[in-house]
């Protein structure tokens, strides 16, 4: 499944905060979408599964416009990991289960429990099903959300940022588990993240947002030196440490 954005632009009141967005991804790709605060990376994601409704572009999904499509189709096939959560009391299971609400008519079914077991297995979460969700630590807590993303069972992932919050142990935790379910479900994912080591090392795709423009996209290669100062106005080297680059401010 592919995901083209074309030209998006949006503006919560007057002001642009995302003007003329262009990208592209296909199956098995990471993207990465990096930027400063404030640049636009959480607006755009919101654009992409149209929780908002941008004022120019189109999203294609496959080929056909996400605009045309209803909204439980959408969610059939872009999950989506918000960078805030706000919960009541309630179960792992629950909550995760939750995530099939696209799919549910009148009463659960079999599959619904299934893929909810199936997913809580996969990412570690069994022991967890019966405990409420407010006595998780962060990276537990994550590692929820996502769950209750994928049992959407996504073609496509949007995560704004995943690893915040999280532990040095819990980031590469979950992003190397992010990196197995891509590569098992033979999906692709959209992530927002501020580490720019820990997109370099997990993300092929990069998109480089400048106060809400595209400054950049490609593979690795367009994090450099150069495009990190003229983005981050920091200066950088990137070393090589047996294969993963490492960038340092200096
Ligand atoms: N609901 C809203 N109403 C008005 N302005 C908003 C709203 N949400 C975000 N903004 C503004 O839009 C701009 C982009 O915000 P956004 O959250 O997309 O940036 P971001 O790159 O994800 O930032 P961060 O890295 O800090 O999470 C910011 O100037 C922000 O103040």
């Given at each position: 499944?592919?995901l083209l954005a074309d030209?998006?632009?949006f503006?919560?009141w ?10 592209s ?30 004022q ?11 605009f ?5 189709d959408?969610?059939?096939?872009i ?12 179960r792992?299971?629950?909550t ?10 009148w ?12 997913v ?6 069994k ?9 998780l630590s962060?990276?537990e ?11 959407q069972?996504?073609?496509?992932l949007l ?13 590469v935790e ?14 692709s ?18 998109l ?8 950049n996209?490609?593979?690795a290669?367009?994090i ?10 920091v200066?950088?080297?990137?070393k ?11």
């Open positions: 499944m592919s030209n998006i632009s503006s919560y007057k002001e642009d905060i995302i003007r003329n967005v262009a990208f991804i296909e199956e098995g790709d990471c993207l990465a979408v990096l930027g400063t605060n404030g640049a636009g990376k959480s607006t755009l994601l919101k654009c992409l599964n149209r929780i908002l409704e941008p120019g572009g189109t999203v294609y999904i496959n080929g056909k416009d996400s045309k499509l209803k909204r439980s959408i969610a059939k096939n999950g989506y990991v918000p960078q805030n959560h706000n919960f009541t009391k309630e792992v299971f629950d995760v289960l939750l995530g099939r609400k696209p799919y549910i008519k009463y659960l079914g079999q599959r619904d429990i299934k893929i909810v077991e199936e809580l297995e996969l990412l570690d979460l022991d967890y099903s019966m405990r409420y969700i407010h006595e962060g990276g807590l994550q590692k929820v959300i996502i769950a209750r993303a994928l049992v069972e996504p073609k496509i995560m704004d940022e995943p690893t915040s919050n999280l532990d040095l142990r819990n980031q979950v992003l190397n588990m992010i990196k197995k379910i891509i590569k098992k479900k033979r999906i994912a959209i992530i927002t993240i501020h580490d720019l080591n820990l997109a370099l090392r997990f993300a092929n795709k990069f480089l947002l400048k106060e809400g423009e595209c400054f996209f490609g593979d290669s367009i450099n030196p150069e495009s990190i100062k003229q983005v981050y106005d200066e950088v080297v990137i090589d440490y047996k294969g993963i680059p490492v960038i340092i401010p200096i």
